[in-house]
């Protein structure tokens, strides 16, 4: 299937068929990565890997050589940037492409790959890549397996080393049936890269999340009540500008900020603010009208950024 459609990079949109056929995977994909909120590099890297696949599956249908030619992927940037979210639209994009035979989608941590003892780590990263197998295997926070804690001293994991060990031979023994994309803080992605030559050969592919700005976080924020069919005063969309600001200055102190993560928080501390206003007024709750409890008011907001 050869095609011509891209990524946009306007973001926040809610367009789209909700009646669409498989063939129209790839486009209904790629149009749910394009509504999202920024991630304009990420949008330009995917709209470099769909031109890539496109070439690869059609030369594969031509019987042409593709010579050595992989999908593993790191995605490196803070947490609360979509990395998981993106992941999974991979795997679909991947599937509509016809380079996946399935959209299996298996979400693991150092935790699920590791056994309890000596010698059953092996059958463990075993398990996970058969339920993964045509799909995309998706490891969050990979570089724990490599004993990297982001501490000033690293500490040498057994278990972890020896599931690095199987995953690499079962990445290699199901070249043609497995994505694996890892994902981490960029600086601990970099070094659990470097840290062996086999990883190194087999991830090429580094698609950096950045942080989002100021605006692209207000629109989030947007994006929660617009889903939720909240209405925010003119007063209270000022408001909340001005906190979400200030969130995302003190966030740009601390490697750990969430982003969404936290826009996240901030919005369900505001409804939680706003059903305390509604539930201490001096009207009964069901003589409120719809508005009312669909309102976010500024005082909702003030008390938020006050907690």
């Known amino acids: ?12 949109n809610d367009g789209g068929s909700s009646k669409l056929t498989k063939d129209d995977e790839l486009e209904k994909v790629i149009n749910e990565i394009g509504e999202m909120i920024g991630l304009d590099n990420v949008k330009h890297e995917l709209n470099r890997l769909i031109a890539l696949s496109s070439v690869v599956k059609e030369k594969k249908d031509r019987d042409l050589p593709v010579g050595a030619f992989n999908l593993h992927m790191v995605f490196a940037g803070p947490p609360g940037t979509g990395k998981t979210e993106i992941a999974r639209k991979v795997g679909r994009m991947l599937y509509a492409l016809g380079l996946l035979r399935k959209k299996n989608f298996v979400e693991v941590s150092k935790k699920d790959l590791v056994g309890s003892y000596t010698g059953t780590t092996g059958k463990v990263v075993h398990e996970k890549v058969k339920d993964a197998l045509d799909g995309v295997l998706f490891i969050d926070e990979a570089y724990q397996l490599a004993g990297i804690t982001g501490g000033e001293m690293d500490q040498p994991d057994q278990f972890g080393q020896e599931a690095i060990d199987t995953l690499l031979k079962l990445m290699e023994d199901n070249r043609d049936r497995l994505v694996v994309i890892v994902a981490g803080y960029t600086s601990y992605m970099r070094k659990f890269i470097e840290s062996n030559a086999g990883l190194k050969s087999r991830f090429t592919r580094t698609i950096e999340f950045d942080s989002y700005d100021d605006d692209e976080l207000y629109g989030i924020f947007q994006l929660f009540a617009k ?8 007063e209270a969309s000022a408001l ?65 950024w006050d907690n």
């Not at 299937?1 to 891209?6: E, Q, Y």
């Not at 889903?227 to 003119?234: A, M, N, W």
């Not at 200055?249 to 409804?271: C, H, M, P, T, W």
């Open 240 to 304: 909340a500008r001005k906190a979400i600001s200030q969130i995302a200055q003190d966030g740009e102190k601390d490697e750990s900020f969430g982003n969404a993560r936290e826009i996240r928080k901030f919005y369900e501390s505001v409804l939680m603010s706003q059903a305390q206003r509604l539930g201490d007024s001096e009207d009964d709750l069901s003589a409120l009208s719809n508005e009312d409890f669909l309102s976010i008011e500024e005082e909702d907001i003030e008390a938020s």
């Open 227 to 234: 889903q939720g069919h909240y209405q925010l005063t003119d």
């Open 1 to 12: 299937m050869a095609t011509k459609i891209k990524i946009s990079t306007a973001g926040g």
